[in-house]
């Protein structure tokens, strides 16, 4: 069973960046795909990327495609996504997120507010 | 990048009722990679179908999934107090994935 631990709560102000970082245990971290998603305060489910340890490789929306970098650290079993250029509308909480054989396993959620 | 559109935005009826929801995609989609996510307030969502069909590890078989090409139903039969809450269609068969913007059950 794999268990995912976020970074806690940021504020940042317009115009910075942030890193959060999602440590996996549990499971066997190479043999998963990890995923982004950020929920805004009231709205829905924005998916924004990925990162496959094994490749180490990422992909991501094109929403986000100039701004976010998402990479993975074997060595520590750690997942991070770094958003630059913060602006207000980025204010949401964070996910990170596996699916493994029908199951799905979620981080706790970071929450992010962009605030000058 | 594929744009999932799912209807109703909110779905009003009551326990024991049988919920019908949409996610239509702006292109066909492998049906081997459409999921459904059930979200309730204040916690994270919830895997409850993945390859339009088949359900997640512990989700009770009211939970149905249907579909193919761009065209995709979840279905809940006899609705449980449980079950009013937001769900997600999320398309994952390509380097992007995406979600709908999700239909709310409500009572």
């Known amino acids: 069973q794999v268990q995912l631990v976020q970074s806690g709560a940021e504020v940042k102000k317009p115009g910075s960046s942030v890193k959060v970082s999602c440590k996996a245990s549990g499971g066997t971290f190479t043999s998963y795909t990890f995923s982004w998603v950020r929920q805004a305060p009231g709205q829905g489910l924005e998916w924004m990327g990925r990162?496959?340890?094994?490749?180490?490789?990422?992909n991501y929306a094109t929403k986000f495609l100039d701004r976010v970098t998402i990479t993975a650290d074997k060595s520590t079993t750690t997942v991070y996504m770094h958003l630059s250029s913060l602006r207000s509308e980025d204010t949401a909480i964070y996910y990170c997120?596996?699916?493994?054989?029908?199951?799905?396993?979620w981080g706790q959620g970071t929450l992010l507010t962009v605030s000058s | 990048e594929i744009v999932l559109t799912q209807s109703p935005g909110t779905l009003p009826l009551s326990p024991g009722d049988t919920a019908t929801l949409s996610c239509r995609a702006s292109?066909?989609?492998?049906?081997?990679?459409l999921a459904w996510f059930q979200q309730k307030i204040g916690q994270t969502p919830r895997l409850l179908i993945f390859g339009t069909s088949t359900r997640a590890t512990g989700i009770p078989d009211r939970f149905s999934g249907s579909g193919s090409g761009t065209e995709f139903t979840l279905t809940i039969s006899r609705l449980q107090p449980e079950d009013f809450a937001v769900y997600y269609c999320?398309?994952?068969?390509?380097?992007?994935?995406?979600f709908g913007q999700g239909t709310k059950l409500e009572i």
């Open positions: 999320q398309h994952y068969g390509s380097l992007i994935y995406t």
């Open positions: 997120v596996t699916v493994d054989l029908g199951v799905d396993y």
């Open positions: 990162v496959v340890p094994s490749y180490d490789m990422a």
């Open positions: 292109d066909s989609v492998n049906s081997d990679y």
